[in-house]
Each structure stands twice: as C-alpha cells, then as structure tokens.
C-alpha cells in the first residue's frame, strides 16, 4: 500500500512536468514548471525492525532446594570490576539488574571476545553466590539457557544467624560482639571489645549494625551449594576442597558494609572429623589453608594466614576450625587432593531429549556442577578435565546426579551419589505429555490498522507459574517455537518486542496461554509515524 501510494506520486509529478512543458504560452518558447500541489493525506509508516539477536543468555535464579525462581538482585564482573561488555536485549550496557525477578536475559556487546562472566547474586532470606557463566553458545544455538542455583538460609545443613549491635561513635563496641550457630554446620564470629569497625574506605562504621555469619555441613552438598565458583585454577595437579566455610557479614543501619577492622577478629566453622590432608585423618592442632572471596569483586584469594584444628565436638563428629582476619568476606578453610582430569559426561539412553533440553546437575560435597543438554543430544559433556579441575571436583568425587526439564519434572535421579570424574550413564524417563506450538508476534499501527509488521526481532519467554523461563527459538517471520509445553498447562508469557514506534521503545507486554498444541498469536497496537509527501 505504501509504495503504491508513493509511485503515484512519482506519476502525479512526472505528468505535471510535461503537460506544463506542452502547453506553455510563454512567448519566447521557455520552459515554465509548475510544481504539483503536495498531498494533504499522510502516509502511515510501520517501524524498521533491528536484526534478530544472534545468542540470547536465559538466565534463572533458582531456589536450589525446590528449583523455583527466586527475585534477586544481580551484578555482572570481569576480572573483579563491574563488566563493560554485558548488554540487555535492546543493547543497553549493564552491569548490574536490581529485581530480576528470577529469570533474566541478557547477552554481550557485538565486539566483545569475552568467553565468561562472573554474575553475583544477592537474595533476601538467601546466601548470596557468584556463578561463572559460559557465554560460549554451540554451533547453530541462538539460546543459550543458564541455571543459577542459590541456597536458602534455612535450607537443610545450612546454618545462619544475625546478631544486632550497637556501635559507638568511635566505630567501636564497649562489649564484644558474638554471633554464634551450632551443629554439623556451626559458624561463629567474635569481634572484641574496642575493635574499630571500618568500610571498605577506611571510615569508622558507627551506630546500629548487624552481624550475620552463615555456615555450612561440608560433609554434605550444602557446603558445595554456598561456596562461590572459581576457588581454583584449571590445570593444576591438585585442587583445593572446601571443608569448612564461614560469610561473615555486618552491614549498619544506614546500608554501610563493614570490610575492615583494627584489629583482628575471630572466626570459627565446623570441619568434618573424616576430613583427611594426604590421606592422614586431621586432628586438633593441625593447620589447614585458608582462602577468602570478596563478594564485590567475584575474586578468591589465598589468605596469609592458616586456619588451626581445634576442639573435637564427639556429639555432631567435627572439629572446629578458627582463624583470625583484619577484613570481612566469604572464607573457606581448604585442604589440598588429586583434581579430575578426566571430561565429566553424561551419556543419555532411554527416551530421547525433549526440543527445549534438559538440565543437568552433579551434587555433593566434594563436586558441584551443572550442565545443559539440547534437544536429540545422546550426550553431555558437563566439564572438560580442565574445567573438572577449575570447579574443584576431585579424581575421586562421586555426588548425586539429577536429569530435569525446567519446570523441575525428573527425568533421571541417581538418588544415592556415584563416581562423577569421568562418564556417567543415564536412563531418560518422559515424566509428562509435552506439546509444542508455534507463536506468531504482529504490531499493527494505531493510526492506520492497515499497516501492520511481523515482529521478527523480538525476544519471548515462556513458564509455568514460580518455575523458570524458557526463551522461545525465533523462527523467523515473526515466528517463535515453544517447545515441551506441559499438555493442559496455563503459561506466563513475556514478550520483548524489540521495536520503537513514535513515543519511543514499545513496552513489555504480557500474556497466557494453555497448552494444546494449537498455534497461537498476538497482535500489538502500536503508534505509528506519518509522512506526508513522500
């Protein structure tokens, strides 16, 4: 319609040059042009849509105990500042998303050779965890989906308490400040009485503050669940086992951090009794490597001084570990062990990979790690050896392993833990009837409900209520694939559209569907720009 209207324009124009050249009666045989009166009708114009996006990261935050999303708050890093190279769908620069509400997407700026970024998660009621997420995508994938699993503070083998304190003008406390838990998880924190409590600047933190310290069983997979990603470096002939851990954080009314104190302070956190350092089983007196991560940097970094085996508890089988820190961050007591060197696979029989894939997960004390495994794919490569390595899972690691889709229907459950360094075997059982359909996205101008435009660039994400979001695969023509819809499910459906009309980017919208296999659309009005004389 539009390029009919405008060639008869042209055609308006090119008469009017020469019937004003042939009937002249301009004496002297000049030329007289007489422009054309401009159309008074404007022309409505739809939008130019960007190109499609060539890798969307699907990122949710999960409850790692039940797998429903949980609202957080998210930062990204490189190298321990905030990240310059990560951007939202509409390639905006973030570096950081406060309320994700549990599922977010995002990707990276066009000419970033970056491979990863560390995403720092902070949750209320949870311990807060950086994750190093791949950014790596395999040939042909445009999503790539990323599970980020946090920990409750109540959840089991899990310890935490807070403890409230008032601070003098000084930075000081006239009495010392203790906060303690007990258990197979007990941690504890004592700040002395005169101790200065300082920012991360150096200035005295005053007035009210809370202290809380949170622990974990490290003869259990909670220890692994809480422990911030990256504790060691790929390659390296030995890895360093968390076996004992202890965050620490005191934060004052007004939102200042405490980093920083005078003079040291106390830590303690329980250590499992079968813990052993070159095969010899610890005992009270012995030293053991400690190692610290700053939450706001992503960084661990091996402390200068060592953690000393204390008093044994006969009563929860531990001993307690303590040290003493000048700062305040996550630390892990660790000891040294052969690392994997060995890929860690998962190989698929049974029934085959839905289209949307499964998540894989390895948990126990001594290995956590997580994988995705697209649709028709017979196998998985969780970690490389080198990679085994990186994420501390040792030659002799054996840990529970689960196979789920995203609404955290169980494909597969080892229940009991099994030897992970190397090739695990799975047996895939379809849980539920899935359906797939196809969804189509139109934006038809409010001004002119004859001009219309497939919305071929946007990004669409799918859920059942409180579980994660998948993103749809664009199909193109303003097509977009739901794949392994639970049959007879409502759905939340979010749309981005991707597309500015004349006040600006479009809005999010919203929807739902019931899935029945039938394929669904959704037109949205939007404002459109109007030419005239075009």
């Known amino acids: 319609m539009i390029s009919n209207k405008k060639s008869l324009l042209a055609l308006s124009v090119a008469s009017a040059l020469t019937l004003s050249g042939c009937f ?7 030329v007289v042009v007489v422009p054309p009166t401009e159309p008074t009708d404007p022309v409505v114009v739809a939008p130019e849509l960007p190109d499609a996006l060539a890798l969307v990261v699907s990122a949710n935050i999960v409850d790692a105990a039940t797998q429903r999303v949980v609202d957080a708050d998210v930062r990204f890093l490189e190298n321990g500042v905030a990240s310059q190279n990560i951007v939202d769908v509409d390639g905006n620069a973030i570096s950081m998303i406060e309320g994700t509400g549990g599922s977010f997407a995002f990707t990276k700026k066009e000419d ?23 950014l790596t995508a395999q040939e042909g994938q445009t999503v790539l989906p990323v599970q980020l699993a946090i920990t409750s503070k109540n959840a089991e083998g899990v310890s935490d308490t807070v403890v409230p304190a008032t601070i003098g003008d000084d930075g000081s406390s006239s009495e010392a400040i203790v906060a303690q838990t007990s258990g197979k998880a007990a941690v504890g924190a004592n700040i002395p009485a005169g101790v200065i409590l300082r920012d991360a600047s150096g200035n005295p933190v005053t007035g009210q503050v809370s202290v809380n310290v949170s622990g974990a069983d490290a003869s ?19 890895i360093e086992q968390a076996v004992g851990v202890a965050n620490v954080l005191v934060n004052s009314a007004s939102g200042s951090k405490v980093k920083q104190f005078s003079n040291p302070i106390t830590v303690t956190t329980s250590i499992p009794a079968t813990t052993t350092v070159n095969g010899v089983p610890i005992k009270t007196g012995d030293t ?21 085996v204390g008093s044994f508890n006969a009563e929860t089988n531990t001993y307690t570990g303590s040290f003493q820190t000048d700062h305040l961050t996550f630390f892990a007591i660790t000891r040294s062990t052969p690392a994997c060197t060995n890929d860690m696979v998962v190989n ?56 789920f889709d995203f609404s955290n229907n169980i494909w597969f459950d080892s229940v009991s833990e099994v030897p992970v360094c190397g090739t695990v075997q799975a047996e895939l059982v379809e849980p539920v009837t899935y359906v797939a359909e196809t969804f189509s996205l139109t934006a038809t101008c409010s001004n002119d ?43 939340n459906v979010s749309i981005n559209p991707r597309v500015n009309d ?17 394929a669904e659309s959704l037109n949205i009005t939007i404002s459109c720009s109007e030419v005239t004389g075009a």
């Open 288 to 308: 053991l490597s400690l190692k610290s991560h700053n939450e706001d940097t992503g960084v661990w970094t091996a402390e200068s001084t060592q953690a000393t």
């Open 112 to 134: 970033a050779t970056l491979t990863e970024v560390t995403v720092s998660i902070t949750a209320d009621g949870y311990i807060g965890k950086s994750f190093v997420v791949n």
């Open 502 to 518: 004349t006040n600006g980017p479009v809005a999010a919208q919203t929807t739902t569907i019931t899935a029945g296999g039938a």
């Open 24 to 30: 002249s009666d301009d004496d002297d045989n000049k």
């Open 449 to 491: 409900a004859t001009v219309s435009v497939p919305l071929t660039a946007s990004v669409v994400r799918y859920s059942l209520p409180g579980f994660s979001a998948k993103t749809a695969v664009n199909l193109g023509a303003g097509s977009y694939q739901f794949s392994d819809m639970v049959e007879g499910s409502t759905y």
């Open 348 to 403: 698929f029989t049974g029934a085959a990979v839905p289209s949307a894939g499964l998540l894989v997960t390895e948990t126990s004390s001594d290995a956590s790690a997580s994988g995705y495994a697209p649709g028709g794919s017979s196998s998985l490569r969780i970690l490389s050896g080198a990679l085994a390595t990186r994420y501390g899972v040792s030659a002799e690691a054996t840990a529970r392993v689960r196979v």
């Open 220 to 238: 259990t997979s909670a220890v692994t669940a809480i422990l911030p990603e990256g504790l060691n470096a790929g390659g390296a002939a030995n």
